[in-house]
């Protein structure tokens, strides 16, 4: 094999094994809201992820007029890490991905997507189902629990809030003493966060501290 064609080969296997995010709107509108959509992308770049968000996303972010959405959005947008995927047709040349969008959603491809309830959530779905059937390692970033439960059943492995929190800690982005209040101030902007102590949260908290603890004790 020549230098030319192992390089190729290693390009194209690189093409194939992308560690790629796809961002749902509730994720975005906590971070965003909360004046934290840096933090956001510096996480998942800090995973090694590509940061794909899709236009219905984009819409339903728009609709929210609260705390700094209106203000972040724009920024995080704007970011070369993020790349916003172009809204889906009934012509469009990614049908594999209407076609996702239309099964997970149980109904024809053109109800699919004229439906707005949970359109984002499902969009999010479809893309990263065909993307991960492509070879691809991809996550679902969302906090709906339906949402969630949708991903689960097919397959995907999901981020949400408190996980993106816990490996901000990890990476080096959030002090850990900072931690609960990041995570406090999100709470205002859904519905979907309970308090610290009633959360997940608290309990991932710990548990990397234990682990932090017997790491150093070694």
Known sequence: MT?????????????RN?????VDAVCCVYF???????LLIRILA?????????????????????????AQWPRLRSSSRVQILDGLTLTDIRSDVVATVARVRGISSQLA?????????????????????????????????????????EGLPILAVEDLLIAA????LLPPERLRRTYEDM?????????WDASSMKQK???????QKESNDT
């Open 3 to 15: 230098a030319a064609s192992e390089n190729e080969d290693n390009t194209s296997e690189t093409v």
């Open 18 to 22: 992308r560690m790629i995010s796809v």
């Open 32 to 38: 965003c809201a909360s004046g934290k959509y840096a």
């Open 46 to 70: 800090g995973l090694g992820m590509e940061i794909l968000i899709p236009a219905e996303v984009e819409r339903e972010v728009l609709r929210k007029r609260f705390g700094q959405v209106q």
């Open 113 to 153: 997507l004229s439906v707005s309830q949970d359109l984002g959530e499902a969009v999010v779905i479809g893309h990263a189902k065909v993307l991960a059937d492509a070879g691809h390692e991809v996550y679902v970033v969302i906090d709906d629990q339906g949402g969630q439960a949708l991903a689960t059943s």
């Open 169 to 172: 800690v990890q990476l080096g």
């Open 187 to 195: 709470i205002p902007f859904g519905s979907g966060l309970p308090t």
């Open 205 to 211: 908290y710990n548990e990397w501290q234990r682990s």
